[in-house]
């Protein structure tokens, strides 16, 4: 989740990158003129005998990290590193050396020098290594040039923050341009912040808490109003309600939408499998097993595309599930015409026999498939465009896998209807799921229409397959998973019209989301099934009923 | 009523098997006999059959097609393994570790339904019949039927597995029950109780064939071919559809219920898997082989399919599904009514091979 934040906040970064830099410019200037590093002396303190005037030196080390200039953060973080893993080399004059790995060096000017054969490599005593400690995090923080080394550094600071100068985070904060770590540094801050000695500090870390609506931030404001000491004060007393309230109001809308979202997604799956064993049912009155598989051989054609492209143009990766999707298309729907032609067609007016055939169907998909790739689950190279999302409000985050699943749902759900309003085949389709007989007689070729319909249904399962690929496990026994809700769809839906499939998938979806947290997956799976039998009692052709004879 | 002499080879061939099973499994031929797997083999494949039969009654009868009757068939076998498992406690008075999981101290208080064996085979006779009615009240009520009721079966059991993989429904969770100790006083594995058991399923396959001919041969059996053939029509006539396609659907539960009863303790173990919807798509796919309408063709597939289940997913695991989907889709495609189809249809081929050669067949009635 921390990677998807990161990359959901591509876009502004390019925002942050200039205003960093024009930052640093701004920084780099002030820092001129603050006073630089008493080098000579420095080195001396470290290399005294005296305990104290170490520590005295290290403290002085940390209170300057946030103002020196970069050559001599630079400079600090070597001397202190080679400090700690004693390569500080202290001549009987009082004058350092570091033993680098290139060689000794001076420690003053770093210029290559030996160190006199009577120097002493002085050992930090355990409370100088504590300070050592955060003197390295400090200037890491404004030194190091990777992201991670200096996240790990204000981590480091948070967990040790006593003695730390006030203004460092601050300072840090205004350079920082990557924005995890400028992250790190605000929730520091406002740790820090909340601790603090002077009240309006305290109030200032809480309302900054409080606009950040997150469970763990609820949690933790609770748990310092739970604190009697610390809300002594009727005023931060107020002002932890005031911010606790308004979190859990937040959170709870927040709740609310990812509910929504959670359904929104599920429903979209359930609609990309339901849809095309909607639409043959309603055609032919055949129930397809082998849907799934559909989906299941959709999701390997799109693994396939991936695995093709990294091979043949690996600069086009990123872009294979857009490059799938007439593939995915075309071979789901040439193995669905396939099935038609050598099955179903001859189970015509055998409807139950239809079952048997395409559970053997299924049954046959699952197990070439599992020979040819193994039955592992398939790893995918999902996008960096896929990973990831943007938290919206509270703990509801928009991922962008799910979005893609809904959106490519949205377009399927605008093509069909396309092709079943605008064009011919979609005139035919509808003339014969009305009534076959009739369609016949006036000339409509009912056995061409079934296959293409077939296929149709079959290239939109494949195509649900590629938009499932980044969200579920990709395996040979997938599809097995998708049917019982696919028909519980059809069922509910009735297969008057592709809306009726849209309108059931989303309930049964968001029926499926929204008692789950409360009873569990079982409970919801139940429910959903005693609504459905339920409902079938009032309308038993489904929600929206075909038209006409049957 | 056709069929009439399969019926009775059946009926020989299993009072054969009847007479056999307690012959061979317990040595008393010079020379011959059976091992225990075999014997055990035999009583779980006639489980299987009588399974296949409660779905054949409805199918081949009705021309309803469950494709859940797994669930009447774990539910059998609940009952039961609810049964061995109180008996067993009361020898051991040791409780059964998924009750000590879920941190019962004891039997929740229900279980005393299963305490005596007579108590526990009235369950097993009433209880699969009363949820098969109040789903099939609901489901007929409202005429759903041909796919629609098998999908809506389906899903029923798929429910109902996912129910029962769960720890505190208090069955056992994904693990079942099993440690039974003994069984009807035999020890439990040992060649008494397999033979014992095996031999009760074979009678209760051969009662069941016995039973359920009569009973299609009657007037119910003739009014549920004609609601397979036109129910509307059925309907227009003033017959209430609802209640025979009702009894007959309670019936085949509760047979399925007797095939699970007599399963479980033959197994040894129960869980959940028994209500995975593959097998209970599997149920059906060994009627579609052995062929519809005539409950010796369920038997002859479920024996059949099982068989060669047996020998191939030993022999050769992977191909196994193979030879399955491949079986299924020949017989789907060319025997329309079964492997009881290839006796017509040889004869139609062979005729047409050689027309001469063949006596002529008598016209038929």
Known sequence: MIGGAAASLRICRLGLVIWGALMCLVLSGGRADAAAYDRARLIGQLCSAEASDVLHGLNGMLAEAPGGSLADGRWALGVAQAFSAKALRCGPDGHGFLALPSGEVDAVSLAPAAAPADSRAPLPSLRARRVLEQVDAALRVFVAAKAADRLDAVRTLARHSEGVPANLAQTALAGEHDPEVARALRAWLVEAGLHAPDVAARLAAIAALGGDARAQTANQLMSLRADPAYAADPRVAAALDAAIAHVRFWLRIGDALSLLYNGLSAGSVLFMSAAGLAIIFGLMGVINLAQGEFIMIGAYVTFSVQQTLGAFAPSWIAWYPLVAVPVVFLLTGAVGVVVEVAVIRHLYRRPLMTLLATWAISLLLINLVRVTFGTQNLQFRTPPYLTGGVRVVGDFLVTWNHLFAIGFALLAFAATQALLRLTDLGLFIRAVTQNRAMAGCVGVSTRRIDMAAFGFGAGLAGLGGLALSPIYNVNPTMGTGFIIDSFMVVVLGGVGSLFGTALAALGIGLVNVGIEPFYGAVAAKVIALLMIILLIQWRPEGLIPALGRR | ?365
């Open chain 2, 1 to 365: 009523m056709k069929g009439e002499g399969s019926t009775w080879l059946a009926a020989g061939l299993l009072s054969l098997l009847l007479v056999l099973l307690p012959l061979l499994g317990f040595g008393l031929l010079p020379g011959l006999a059976l091992p225990i797997y075999a014997v055990n083999l035999a009583g779980q494949v006639m489980c299987f059959a009588l399974l296949a039969m409660a779905v054949d009654l409805m199918w081949g009868g009705a021309g309803v097609l469950s494709l859940g009757h797994g669930l009447f068939f774990a539910f059998g076998g609940y009952l039961c393994a609810m049964h061995l498992l109180r008996s067993a406690y009361a020898a051991t008075h040791k409780l059964p570790d998924f009750l000590l999981f879920m941190g019962h101290g004891g039997f929740p208080s229900w279980w005393r339904l299963a305490d005596s064996a007579p108590l526990t085979l009235l369950a097993v006779l009433v209880l699969p019949a009363l949820l098969a009615f109040a789903f099939g009240y609901v489901s007929f009520r409202s005429r759903v039927n041909g796919v629609y009721f098998s999908i809506i079966t389906q899903a029923l059991t798929y429910t109902a597995m996912l129910l029962m993989f769960r720890n505190d429904t208090g069955f056992g969770g994904n693990n079942g029950m099993t440690g039974f100790h003994a069984i009807a006083g035999l020890p439990a594995g040992g060649l008494a109780a397999a033979v014992l058991l095996a031999s009760l399923s074979t009678a209760a396959v051969l009662a069941a064939l016995l039973g359920g001919r009569a009973l299609l041969a009657s007037r119910f059996g003739r009014l549920l071919r004609a609601i397979r053939d036109d129910e509307p029509r059925l309907r227009f006539l003033g017959y209430d559809t609802l209640w025979l396609k009702l009894a007959a659907w309670c019936a085949s539960a509760t047979l399925a219920a007797i095939a699970g009863m007599l399963y479980v303790p033959q197994v040894g173990i129960i869980n959940p898997s028994l209500l995975d919807p593959t097998l209970s798509l599997e149920i059906a796919v060994w009627v579609a082989i052995g062929g519809r309408g005539g409950l010796t063709g369920a038997i002859l597939g479920a024996v059949l399919v099982n068989v060669l289940k047996f020998w191939l997913s030993a022999a050769a695991p992977t191909l196994w599904p193979f030879v399955l989907a491949l079986l299924v889709l020949l017989v789907v495609l060319a025997l329309p009514n079964g492997l009881l189809d290839l006796r017509n249809r040889s004869r139609a081929w062979l005729l047409e091979l050689a027309p001469a050669s063949l006596p002529r067949r008598r016209p038929a009635r």
